[in-house]
């Protein structure tokens, strides 16, 4: 349980908005878990460029207008990791997923940044996913595309961001934050998801989204 005290009343207003979504990561029977690749612990498995005998790799470098883009051939961190027994571990089947970035700098306006890895983009049967995301998942599986594409509208609005901020101090989101904050119902993610079409929509229409789902919710 958490008691909010806000001392302004930009303080006091995000959690006054959240109010409105009433489910939980439990409810809505999904999980967050952090990307189990070490990239450090897994050097010698890690290449470049993808190859027959590799499982795509995802990094933050690979969010790009809400969606995974892959591989970035011209970045500096690799784009594929070698499956071999000894990685199996490290995998997830493919599938939609909804990842963040576990860390971000002071200077960047957002804390909570969120994208959609559609497997219909990637033609690969595993992913890894490195240690600098985390993911939201279904009992370890892909989310319903639906239910992915809702989650990731809400997770890029700016009151998102804001609630955040009131009780995180620092840059880094780690799963236990996310599986503590209040959610939309499983009725709301769908309408949300009606929104997303090839790319996520601007952070103007998406605010707009979720400002027109808070006050339905009031009245």
């Known amino acids: 349980m958490f008691i909010h005290l806000g001392t ?38 890690l290449r470049q460029l993808p190859g027959q005998d590799t499982v795509p790799l995802i990094y933050p470098c690979h969010f790009l207008n809400g969606f995974i883009n892959w591989p970035v051939e011209s970045g500096k961190k690799p784009n594929a990791i070698v ?4 990685t199996s571990d490290l995998f997830v089947e493919a599938g939609f997923y909804v990842l963040t970035k576990r860390f971000s700098s002071k200077e960047q306006p957002r804390r909570v940044m969120a994208a959609i890895y559609d497997p219909a983009r990637i033609a690969t049967h595993l992913v890894g996913f ?32 804001q609630y955040f ?25 769908l309408r949300l998801s009606s929104y997303v079409k090839e790319t996520m929509p601007d952070q103007e229409t998406i605010d707009d989204i979720m400002e027109k789902e808070c006050l339905n919710c009031e009245k």
Do not use: W
């Open 8 to 45: 302004t009343d930009a303080d006091s207003g995000p959690a006054e908005r959240m109010s409105c979504l009433a489910s939980s990561i439990d409810k809505l029977g999904l999980g967050v878990s952090t990307g189990r690749v070490v990239d450090f612990r897994a050097r010698e498995h």
């Open 130 to 161: 490195e240690n600098h995301l985390n993911y939201f998942h279904k009992e370890g599986k892909g989310l319903p595309a639906d239910l992915a594409k809702g989650l990731a509208v809400y997770l890029n609005s700016t009151i998102v961001d």
């Open 83 to 86: 499956s071999s027994y000894k």
């Open 165 to 189: 901020r009131l009780f995180s101090g620092h840059t880094q989101v780690n799963a236990t934050d996310l599986q503590k904050m209040p959610y939309p119902s499983q009725e709301q993610l």
